[in-house]
Each structure stands twice: as C-alpha cells, then as structure tokens.
C-alpha cells in the first residue's frame, strides 16, 4: 500500500510528504556552490585561453614584423651603400670633370641640367652641391641646404680620407615647402692625379623616401615603422595612424622622454620585444652608413596596439565564450541530474524506513479506510487511548474518540474533499484531552483511499492553559501591576495598569519613560536599592509633563536569578488622595527626591557613584543643636519637632538630585551632586535664607566639604564635620568651607 510510485503525480500518492524529493538547504547549497565553483572554473580557463591566444598572435606578430625588421634594416643598409657608389658616381662624371677643368657657364649649365634630370628621375634625391677646396659653395641644385657646411674632418689638413672614400652624415632635417625632411649627406673627394682636393661634390638623399621604397613590399600600410637615433630621436615615421598616446608622431620627437620604460629596454638590447598594456613593440638596431673610425647606428621600431590584436581575436574570441558557455550547460545538467539522482535514491530508502517505523514511533498513529474503520494501529494509540491494539482493529473511529454526529461527519467531508482535519477532542470519563489531526491518503489504486489519524496527549498543555487564564484573572485586579526586565522594559501588565499610564497593549515601552521625569532622576539610586534589598517603595507626584493626573505611590520588587542578578520587576502603582498627601506636607507634597534617608542608605548611594561623579559632590552637614538654643529647648521632644520643621523646610526646595540623611538628632546631612564650592555656598545661604522666613534659622550652622581626592565616605564626612566646627567659631554667617576641591 506505501510503495513510493516514481510517475509525475507522485506527490498525490505519498503517505507523508517526507517520502518526496526534497531539496535541503545543505543540499541547494551543496549543489550552488558546485555549480559556482564550475562557472568560475569554466571562466578562469576561458579567459585563459583568450589571454593565451591573444598573446600568442602578439608574439606571431612580432617574430613576422622582427624578420621584417631585419629585411629592411639589410636594404636600408645595401641602399645607403649603393648611395655612396652613386655619389662616386656623380663625383667621377664626365660634365664634372669638364666643368672642373674648364669652368665656363656653358660647362654650368649643362652641369645643372644633367643634375636636374638626376633630381627627377631619383625620388630619394634631395639636391646637390659642389664645394671648392676651401669648402665654399660653387654649385647648388637648391638654397634648402646652403646653411649645411662641411666637416672639420673633411676640410682638415689631417687626411684620413680621400680618393674614393665617401663620407656619411648622421641624419639631419631641413625645411622644404614648410615640411621638415630627414635627411643624410654624402660627400665625395674630386682629386687631381697628384691627389690634391678640386672640390668635394655632396649629395642630400631623403631617409624618409629610401624607407618608403621599401617598406611596401614587407609591411602592411597601417602598421608603423619608426626610424630612431642613439639618443631616441625620431627621424622617420611620424605620419602614424592613431599613434600611441606616448609615441612621438612628429619629426625631432624624443621617445626617451615620452615612453622611457620602452627606450630603456631598447638602449640595453640590439634587438628584442617588448610588451604592456596597450601594445607590442619590436625594435632592432641598424647601421647605415657605417665606416671607419665612424659607426652610424639607428634603430628601427615597430608596434601594434592589444585592441587591434583582439580585434584579430574577435572571431576566436566568440568561438571559446561559446565553446564555455556550452561547457558550462552540460557541466550544469550533469551537476543537477547527479544530486537529482541522488535525492531519488535517498527518496526511495525514506519512504520504505518511514514506512515501516510509522507505527514505531512515539506518535499515536492510527490507520482508518474510507468507510470509517481502524485497519492498523500503533502501540502508542493504544497507550493514549487506554486500549489493547487488538480492541481498536475494525472499530469505527466515531466510537474509539468518542465523536459528535456532526463531528465525525465534517471529518468525513474533509477527507473526501482530500483536505486536511483537526480537532481537540475532551473524553470526559478518562480526563484526557487530545489533538487529532487527519489527513487523507491514496495508494497507486486511485479506488482505493485512507485516512492517516495522529493524535497527542494535550491534556496537561490545556490544564496549563487553563491556569495561565486563571492567573489572568487573577491579575486584573484594581492595582495597577506590570512585570518589566531587568532594564525596566514592559514584558507583560494588566488592564489597570494600561488604563492609567495610558500604554498600547502590546507595548515595550520602558517604565521610566513612563513615569515621567522625576523617576528617571532617580532611577539609577532605585536600582542600587533593589540590587541591595530587593525592593523599593515610593511616591510620585504627577505634574503637566506626567501621563497620570493624581499622584502615585509606587512598590518596585526585585526578582532576582540563580547567579544573583535582577531577573523581572514586579512594579504595582496606587494613586493617592490629595488628603493623603496633605497630611505628609503641609505646603507641598513631598517629591520622590525629597525621601529622608537614613545616613547607611546615603553611604550605599555615595558607594554606588563613580570617582568622575563623586569629584562632583560636595557634602553638607546642617547643626540643629546649637549650645546657645539649649535654655529655649528644654527636652527631646522639643529638639524632635523643630529638627522635623526644619526638614520639612528643607524637602519643598530641596533640588532633584540631593539626597537628604539624618545623621543623629540635631545633625541633617546633605550630598550635593554636580557642585563645586560656590553651587554648595550659594545653596547654603539660600537655605539659611528661607529659614529665615520661617524663623526657624537660629542656632543653625553649616559646614560643607569638597571631594578634591579619592576618600572614604567617612573621611568625606570628617572632612565636613571640621568645617561645621569652623562654622560654630566665627559666629558670622554661621557657614564654612574646608577641604573644598581645587580650582
């Protein structure tokens, strides 16, 4: 009858929901963090890949442009080579020598138009010009290069070179047509037979027309080729496309300066790579021109930026994202079906171990078809419902719970509209209450159904029940009562309570809130009270800022806990009649500031302040007894009722926050909290004043102390006890000082 069924609907069939698959927390999270721990995965290698492909077409592309590098720096070199043979060339030349020999204009002429024709036909030809022995210009093809002189090496009467030698200059600019050209000179010796200097012949050739010739055969138009001297100039290359933010684009240009981190590779190197951010640079150093003692070297630079290589990338770069992605998706499935399985697997051992122990647990559990009978029952049924198991088998289920006509048939109707039922049912002759709960079930016969009926003993939870309602009662008494914590916030209160200060049901307001702003003046003192003798009583007057018209007199118990500590208070408040509060004041009603104390409570209260409060205080000792007053008074009694109108007095004024305690007959002393020395004198002869206007000064003298260290309260109290004796001397205003704290 339980066998779990593995079709869609199963969910209908099970016995309990328990026996379906269920996706735990530990489970979700098992399965989330292995799926996350793929995905990263997945991520780290695919990125991988792309930071590994994109670098290995970087490094393609610079072995390509290195070899291409090489190429050109070898046919820079061979035409700057072949250059000098041409110069030799024109220096050796027919008309040269006819001009040389017979310098006539004709002779000029045909010169300069044979030198017209060179300059046509040779793009890379600048112009030329004929020096005399002493270096002056004879013959010029153009004035862009008469302010180029010629070298001392050249014109020194030192020869070391001559004949067929020609001699290369380093790369230089010149202006033509408002553009500045890169350029290097070459100059031959034209000698006679005895070897003395007839001129010299120079030829300008452009740099930048011998790299255009050929850089089209090796390198793509777009990629950059840069010509640099020795000391980073820029000589050739300057019209990049969407040049490097730090590579220099104009002629003279110092890579040196704008791209240090490159120039420093490439001044350490002949050749290499090197690599950033945004693009690869392939570098090599040349020499053009070369000839002893005098070495002409420059370096050839190349790069392409990392954007243009991914833009290369972008097809390869699509291709793995899709490859990853659909990794990712099987990885995904195959991760889900796995703990799928899994859950199936645990389902199926569950439902057969749930099965067969439904009726070995401590829960009464009954089996009832859909005609109303028992058809299995549970060892702790039977126990609860005071039966043998063989006494329930076949019984209807009405009789065994002892149910209601209409009772049992809303339990019918529930479980034939496949709804859940409960119901707390009370047998009477056993005193027993139990809660039934019914649920309906099907097997993988859709004809045939059953009830699942568990129960339990509630019988002591509804005796608690009924007390608690009880007490509740109990409570909702015409004395307003709260239970707080410890803190003073409102665990639980009754109707009176609401009703006179005035609180939301629910409330957790705190009491001292509430009780306005004289309780919580004094609140930190109540609590050392209750810490030390577990209650407290007082009053509290109501004034326009209180939620209570009349005046209270409230009673604080502490209940404390197993370690000592206050655990609840129990706060209950009465308001007082005005006639009540008349007879304890007859000016005024005494504030719950104003309680005389004994003088052992004032010294628990100093013990309770810290050191920065106690620096704070001053103490005051006020003498009733006077020597002089002692033919006026007669006995005790007299002594008595004077000290209390004296105190009585002293309570109507009496500042929140002081603490008045008798200390023996005839001796009143007061602790003056946040005082210095004039706060406690002015107090003094205000006091002394309102005496006065009762006549009740005489005799009266007062001496006050400062807490200018750390001191006992005995010694605080010598400490104002020697000025009370001061005080008694002068006989002036009957007030002194000693021992106040330090400015």
Known sequence: MFKRQTNKNVSKFLLISAQDIHWSRQQVLALASQLSVMIISVIIFT???????????????????????????????????????????????????????????????????????????????????????????????????????LPEVVLSKDKIMGGNDIYSSQIQFVPINGKLVPFVFQLAWIENPDQSIRGYLVTYNSITEVLQSIKPAFFNHDTPLLLLGED?????????????????????????????????????????QYHNDVGTFVFLKIELAAHHPIIREYYLLSYIRHEDIAARFERWRYILMS????????????????????????????SITLSSSLFNSHQSCLLVNNSGRVIKANKQAAETLSLDIDELLERRLQRILQLED???????????????????????????????????GTTHLKSEHYWVITFENVTELSTVKQQAYSYQLLSESDVATALTDANGELIKFNHKFKKLLDVEEASKANIVDLLGEEITQQWTDITSRLSLQGKWKGQIIANTGTRFANSLKASIQAEHSLD???????????????QTLSKQLPSQQSPLSSMILPLAELEIHFSTLTEPNREQTCLMIMDINPEGLISHISDIDHLEKRQKDIEIQLLIDLPTGYQVARWRLGSLVILLPLSDSIQAHKYAMSTMDRLEQSDLNEGIN???????????????????????????????????QAFTRKA
């Open 323 to 350: 490859f990853g992605v659909i990794i990712a998706a099987l990885a995904s499935a195959l991760l889900f079906t796995r703990h799928r399985f899994q859950l199936e697997k645990n389902a199926n051992t569950n």
């Open 232 to 272: 980073g100039k820029l000589y050739a290359g300057d019209e990049q496309n969407s040049p490097l933010k730090k590579m220099p684009n104009a002629l003279g240009g110092s890579l040196q300066q704008s791209y240090p981190s490159i120039w420093q590779q490439m001044a350490n190197t002949n050749f290499g």
């Open 702 to 736: 007062i001496g006050i102390a400062g807490y200018p260290e750390q001191q006992s309260f005995e010694d605080y109290l010598a400490n104002a006890e020697v000025a009370l004796k001061r005080a008694k001397q002068t006989g002036d205003q009957n007030i002194c």
């Open 564 to 578: 000592g500590d206050i655990e609840y208070l129990v706060i209950t408040l009465q308001v007082l009649k005005q």
């Open 406 to 440: 209409h009772t049992y048939q809303a339990l019918v109707q529930a479980m034939n509209g496949n709804k859940p039922w409960s119901e707390v049912i009370s047998f009477n002759d056993q005193n027993c209450t139990i809660y039934v709960y019914a649920q309906p």
């Open 47 to 149: 990125t991988l890949l792309l930071s590994l492909g994109e670098r290995r077409l970087q490094e393609d592309w610079a072995d390509k442009r290195y070899s291409e590098l090489q190429t050109v720096g070898t046919l820079a070199s061979d035409k700057v080579n072949f250059l000098k043979f041409r110069t030799q060339a024109f220096a050796n030349g027919e008309l040269m020598n006819q001009y040389l020999t017979t310098p006539a204009e004709l002779q000029k002429e045909r010169l300069l138009e044979n030198w017209s024709g060179l300059l046509t036909h040779i793009p890379e030809l600048l112009g030329l010009t004929l020096f005399d022995p002493q270096g002056n210009i004879r013959i010029a093809t153009t004035p862009a290069f008469d302010n180029i002189s």
